[in-house]
């Protein structure tokens, strides 16, 4: 099949075609107007010709450099009627292209994949298969502690929340190390949240809420994406990738509202809402993670429907009192194009998770709260300096519902070169 050829413009359309109008067409195909050089514009009209059923592409002509044809494969990107797009050979910067292509792609297509299918242990297989095939040869070691193993080495959050599902909780430790020195320092420890499906437990969500929450793995999929396009990048310090991954199900087993858990750092948590499960699983990763002394901690979770409400899906939200290593990361995001907002977390909302009965609850304790921010003193618990070096990224903008201008429904991969840059600079 021939494909139609897509050829770049600076000048506005004719007003033919209307007013501002991203495309026109010739006996070429379609040219895409772009007068004030903006890669949005470039992402908008591909979603534009996608939606016209045009599924066979070829980028021709002038113009068409790494982010111009980033754009391009982010706006036809679609999970059904994938199409194809003919790209140009892009000299020195095809491997950026092509790496950014293939970590972008192992993210969304996780994120997607069915629960059926994509349980809490596989998760942890196919994130270290996807970094084992990006690694040099023995530069990454992990270990994966599933069911009854966890609860047996104390790891209680991640065990309560799973273990009322017939798929057993697991927990991924993995190492990557491009220098072989075990006692080389930990540049990062990266910390996911991985539910692999979440049903709010007895804190049963309704079916419109619960229909989207394969997805409620999205932090875990855009870490390992990261570490991933980090590594393809030429990143040569020690990263620590933790997974946290369960089923939220309810069962004769299920972990029930007023239980008590108890983690190896000592702090007890009630749990006032099955819902909350997420920070439940977290706890233990940055357990972990704080003992390895790194140079900072950043976790990532689809966390909570409030930073949703306040960002939309247009926008990952970030929570820190690290101003330093969250400017870093806004500069990352700035060089990489891609959109993050920060949100309030302040001492007072970690006295916003009040218990009678335990240290803490696993819900906020005052009638209106900021569910984003208590969420994220919940996790301060159980980072040891959580006033430095320490980030946490509400991920909002992994998955999209329904379609926008510049984004088919689905996951969309958001984020992955912004945290790999990050790495890249420290």
Not at 142 to 148: A, T
Not at 356 to 385: H, K, M, Q, R
Request: charged share 20%.
């Amino acid at each position: 099949m021939t494909a139609m050829k897509i050829t770049l413009s600076q000048q506005a359309a004719p007003e033919i075609w209307g007013k501002n109008a991203l495309l026109s067409v010739n006996n070429a195909g379609f040219i895409v107007h772009n007068p004030k050089n903006d890669v949005a514009t470039i992402q908008k009209a591909a979603r534009k010709i996608k939606n016209q059923g045009i599924l066979n592409v070829a980028l021709a002509g002038d113009g068409w450099n790494l982010e111009e044809c980033w754009a391009f494969h982010q706006g036809f990107n679609s999970v059904k009627n994938q199409g194809s797009v003919e790209y140009p050979n892009l000299g020195e910067q095809q491997a950026e292209f092509d790496n950014r292509v293939k970590c972008a792609t192992f993210v969304r297509e996780l994120i997607n994949e069915p629960s059926e299918s994509l349980t809490p242990e596989k998760l942890a297989q196919q994130a270290v298969e996807f970094i084992q095939n990006i690694a040099k040869t023995n530069t990454v070691s992990y270990k994966i502690i599933r069911g009854e193993e966890l609860k047996e080495q104390s790891y209680h959050g991640i065990w309560a929340v799973g273990k009322g599902s017939s798929n057993p909780p697991a927990l991924l430790k993995l190492d990557f190390n491009p220098t072989g020195d075990e006692n080389s320092p930990v540049l990062a420890c990266l910390v996911g949240k991985g539910i692999t499906f979440d049903t709010g437990g007895y804190s049963l969500k309704p079916s419109d809420g619960m229909s989207t929450m394969r997805t409620d793995m999205g932090g875990a999929a855009l870490l390992t994406g990261s570490l991933a396009f980090a590594i393809s990048r030429g990143l040569n310090k020690r990263v620590k990738l933790y997974l946290c991954c369960a089923e939220n199900m309810v069962s004769h087993n299920a972990f029930k509202l007023g239980d008590i858990i108890t983690y190896r750092n000592g702090v007890t948590v009630e749990v006032l809402n099955t819902d909350a499960e997420g920070r439940l699983v977290l706890a233990d990763g940055l357990i972990d993670a704080s003992k390895q002394n790194p140079q900072f901690i950043i976790d990532a979770a689809t966390l909570t429907g409030a930073a949703k409400v306040a960002v939309g899906n247009d926008y990952h939200s970030v929570l820190s009192m690290d101003d330093n290593l969250t400017n870093a990361l806004f500069s990352s995001a700035k060089d990489e194009n891609e959109p993050f907002w920060r949100l309030p977390f302040e001492e007072l909302h970690r006295g916003q998770i009040s218990s009678s009965f335990a240290d803490i609850a696993n819900i906020g304790s005052v009638p209106v709260g900021a569910g984003a921010s208590t969420a994220t003193a919940f996790l301060s618990y159980f980072v040891e300096n959580y006033q430095q070096n320490w980030l946490h990224i509400d991920a909002s903008a992994t998955f999209r519902k329904t379609a926008s201008d510049l984004w088919a429904a689905g996951a969309t991969g958001l984020g992955i070169k912004t945290i790999a840059n990050l790495l890249l600079s420290k």
